[in-house]
């Protein structure tokens, strides 16, 4: 009988970003683990009622994992519970259309497979630990992760200095093409004007400073929202599928009438 090899296993926490049917009881997980970067597995019998994991291995569950080095695919052999976040974000429109659109973007982000991306790893983690827990308004987590997705990546927008010339600013005009906010020379045609408070926003967005971005209005919250959604597909050169789904209708954090310090207990990158 030829020798097969020994088996290889290997655990790591992973953060499931989507599954695909395959054959009648198995699926294709793809998650992105903490040491291994993106990693595709098969998980066999799943999708049997009798499955000792399957809801376990849904999208937007924190689990540790095990898995056997395969072939082409490698094969899920274990699989724990570390946070259970698809149980509060699923039960919420607002939360899950959110949430889609981050694992998308977390899956476009980290392209190759079994490349370490350490910080996306935390940064997404952290994302749904607050978008599960409502610490925030959905809408300002969403922009808040596709912000600080794009800067690990390398495409770090600019809210104070000319992103062309690198002037101090506060600036008024934004571009996308640029990478943010530019001086009048700078200034391309088709760039906006957005309000200063929403500049304001999109900077707390990107530095995680929750304490005024809390505290935005509707309106400066809408216009942020418009130019992230721009930012970010200009960038990874496509559309966000997931991103026209996305429910803005209301917050489910409330903003206070009364603005009082918000401690930033619930960063968004990890």
């Not at 395969?70 to 974000?89: F, H, K, M, N, W």
Request: hydrophobic fraction near 40%; glycine fraction near 8%.
């Amino acid at each position: 009988m030829a020798d097969n090899g020994p088996v290889v296993l290997y655990r790591d926490e992973a953060l499931v970003l989507r599954t695909h049917k395959l054959g009648e009881a198995d699926r294709i997980i793809t998650f992105l683990t903490r040491e291994h970067g993106k990693v595709r597995a098969v998980a066999k019998g799943v999708r049997r009622t009798s499955s000792k994991f399957g809801a376990r291995l849904e999208p937007f569950m924190f689990v540790d994992v095990q898995l056997h080095v395969g072939r082409s695919l490698d094969i899920v052999t274990q699989a724990e519970t570390v946070e259970p976040y698809a149980r509060a974000i699923c039960e919420d429109y607002g939360l899950y259309t959110a949430g889609a659109v981050m694992l998308e973007t977390a899956d476009r982000l980290v392209d190759a497979e079994r490349e370490p991306a350490v910080q996306q790893f935390w940064l997404l983690a952290g994302a749904l630990r607050a978008l599960s827990s409502r610490a925030h308004a959905p809408g300002l987590v969403l922009d808040s992760y596709l912000l600080r997705g794009l800067a690990v990546a390398g495409w770090a927008p600019t809210f104070s200095d000319c992103a062309r010339c690198g002037e101090p600013g506060p600036h008024r005009a934004f571009s996308v093409a640029q990478g943010g906010t530019v001086c009048p020379r700078c200034r391309p045609p088709g760039a906006t004007a957005p309000a200063p408070e929403t500049i304001d926003l999109l900077a707390a967005l990107l530095s995680g400073d929750w304490s005024v971005a809390d505290l935005a209005g509707e309106r400066n919250r809408r216009e942020a929202n418009g130019l992230v959604a721009a930012y970010s597909q200009f960038h990874l050169e496509r559309s966000l599928r997931s991103l026209r789904m996305v429910d803005r209708s209301e917050p489910a954090v409330p903003t206070p009438a009364v603005p009082t310090p918000v401690t930033p207990d619930v960063p968004v990158a990890h």
